[in-house]
């Protein structure tokens, strides 16, 4: 079993960077691929980032290349985002997952474990 914290979101302005924090607890952190997922009211939870067990591979989605940077700390067992050039799109509650793997991949249903959530608002 695993547990994970989510921390950083809050209200921004356009164009503004925040950074997101994702804290694991109850099993071995650095075994396991991660990843942050988001959803906006009314709308289906997507990928955002994920990141191999070893840090060396991340994927994003097309929407935020560029401009999140997803890492991890497995000594720490924290992962975070990085997000720059917000815009009002990127408004959504963002959780972190932990998968089943060491594989990253941009699918939800191979992370079994998630937080509870942070909201990320970004105003125009």
């Known amino acids: 079993q695993v547990q994970l914290v989510e921390s950083g979101g809050g209200l921004v302005q356009s164009g503004a960077s925040l950074t997101l924090s994702c804290t694991a607890s109850?099993?071995?952190?650095?075994?396991?691929?991660m990843g942050w997922f988001r959803q906006a009211p009314g709308e289906e939870r997507e990928s955002v980032a994920t990141?191999?067990?070893?840090?060396?591979?991340?994927y994003y989605a097309d929407s935020v290349e560029g401009r999140f940077t997803i890492s991890r700390d497995n000594a720490k067992k924290t992962m975070s985002l990085q997000m720059n050039s917000l815009t009002p799109e990127d408004t959504a509650v963002y959780s972190c997952?932990?998968?089943?793997?060491?594989?990253?991949?941009?699918?939800?249903?191979?992370?079994?474990?998630w937080g509870q959530g942070t909201q990320v608002t970004v105003s125009s």
């Open positions: 990141i191999s067990w070893s840090g060396r591979n991340t």
């Open positions: 997952a932990a998968a089943s793997s060491g594989r990253a991949t941009l699918s939800s249903y191979d992370y079994p474990y």
């Open positions: 109850g099993r071995t952190f650095g075994a396991y691929a």
